[in-house]
């Protein structure tokens, strides 16, 4: 099973700033997806990180306020822009592909104030 | 569009005692792959158990193991001689044609002393 670390682990910002979450897996894998969970819910996709090229959104979510990087087979970057209140969940980042399992980061805990 | 129902959003079962979580999703794929997950109160998401949907059996991992009715579209898991350590939510969850996972809402379980 893949090992998957995220920093920071967590933080809270000021409404309006940006924050970029780093996912690291210690092998290479096909696919890299980012998940938020909000407070008591469920998980949402966000979007698939697709390497060497623009990320996948899922409905709802958008390029501009979730930018997302995928330079090699085993990083991945999810800014969160112009944030608000709003934006406070967990997010968390997943490796997997080709119908194998996927495993998942420890998450980052953000708290906009 | 493929949906995930857990129907028990909390359930407390005494240490020891056997409990069944529910499950049941919609889809249209003939061949699909099913999981449950653990999230403790640390966040991190930790595997449970993996079904194939083309393999008849149902599987096992230790202590844990599910009722897969592919006709029903049921996956049910069982904790047998449940454990103090089981307690967390447990998102069941189905994995696209695409490798992407769609998550349950959740069931918040509580082993008692």
């Known amino acids: 099973s893949a090992v998957i670390s995220q920093k920071p682990s967590r933080d809270i910002c000021q409404r309006g700033t940006s924050l970029t979450i780093q996912c690291q897996v210690d092998s290479q894998v096909t696919m890299m997806f980012w998940y938020r969970q909000q407070p008591g819910q469920s998980l949402t996709l966000i979007a698939t990180a697709n390497q060497g090229s623009e990320a996948t959104y899922e409905s709802g979510f958008v390029i501009d306020k979730f930018p997302i990087s995928r330079p090699n087979l085993t990083f991945s970057t999810l800014t969160v822009s112009n944030m608000s209140p709003e934006d406070s969940s967990i997010y968390l980042c997943?490796?997997?592909?080709?119908?194998?399992?996927?495993?998942f980061g420890p998450g980052t805990r953000l708290l906009v104030l | 569009a493929q949906t995930v129902t857990q129907s028990q959003p909390e359930m407390s079962v005494q240490e020891a005692e056997t409990v069944t979580l529910s499950c049941t999703y919609d889809?249209?794929?003939?061949?699909?792959?099913l999981f449950w997950y653990k999230q403790p109160p640390s966040r991190q998401m930790i595997l449970v158990i993996r079904?194939?949907?083309?393999?008849?059996q149902n599987a096992t991992e230790n202590r844990f193991s599910v009722n897969f009715q592919k006709a029903a579209k049921s996956f049910s898991l069982k904790i047998s001689d449940s454990q103090l350590g089981d307690t967390a939510m447990y998102f069941c969850?189905?994995?696209?044609?695409?490798?992407?996972?769609?998550f349950g809402k959740g069931t918040r379980l509580h082993i008692l002393p």
């Open positions: 969850a189905f994995m696209t044609k695409d490798d992407k996972i769609i």
């Open positions: 079904q194939e949907a083309y393999k008849q």
């Open positions: 889809t249209s794929e003939n061949n699909y792959y």
């Open positions: 997943s490796a997997g592909g080709n119908k194998e399992t996927q495993y």
